[in-house]
């Protein structure tokens, strides 16, 4: 099983990126998924989830109305839209995925994929 996570960069602050996640060696049928994120010095924190179904998401304070999370389960896919982008969304991003739901993603994924560096500058 791997999550591939990319599109992590260099922004200036207010830009926007777009990180993608691909899954592949077995169905996520009933996963949800998700972003996670760490920056320097600091925990591993949630950033946002999406249901199996897309029907259902979950965001970060820090990200609410800033970063979108949409999922396509024909190509096995998750993305996280990030905009407005800050300084402090500087961290390493992971994408991750668990059964069932969304709260059991956020206590404890099943599968992580590697990180994705998403640096913003002042």
């Known amino acids: 099983v791997q999550l591939q996570a990319s599109g992590g960069g260099l922004v200036q602050a207010g830009g926007s990126l777009r990180l993608s996640c691909a899954a592949s060696?077995?169905?996520?049928?009933?996963?949800?998924m998700g972003w996670f994120r760490q920056a320097p010095g600091k925990e591993r924190e949630f950033v946002a989830a999406?249901?199996?179904?897309?029907?259902?998401?979950r965001y970060a304070d820090s990200v609410k109305g800033r970063f979108t999370v949409s999922r396509d389960n024909a190509r096995n896919t998750v993305y996280l839209q990030m905009n407005s982008l800050k300084p402090e969304d500087t961290a390493v991003y992971y994408c991750?995925?668990?059964?069932?739901?969304?709260?059991?993603?956020?206590?404890?994924?099943?599968?992580w994929g590697q990180g994705t560096l998403v640096t913003v500058s002042s």
């Open positions: 999406v249901s199996w179904s897309g029907g259902t998401t």
């Open positions: 991750a995925a668990g059964p069932g739901l969304i709260a059991s993603l956020r206590q404890s994924p099943d599968y």
């Open positions: 060696g077995r169905t996520f049928s009933g996963y949800a």
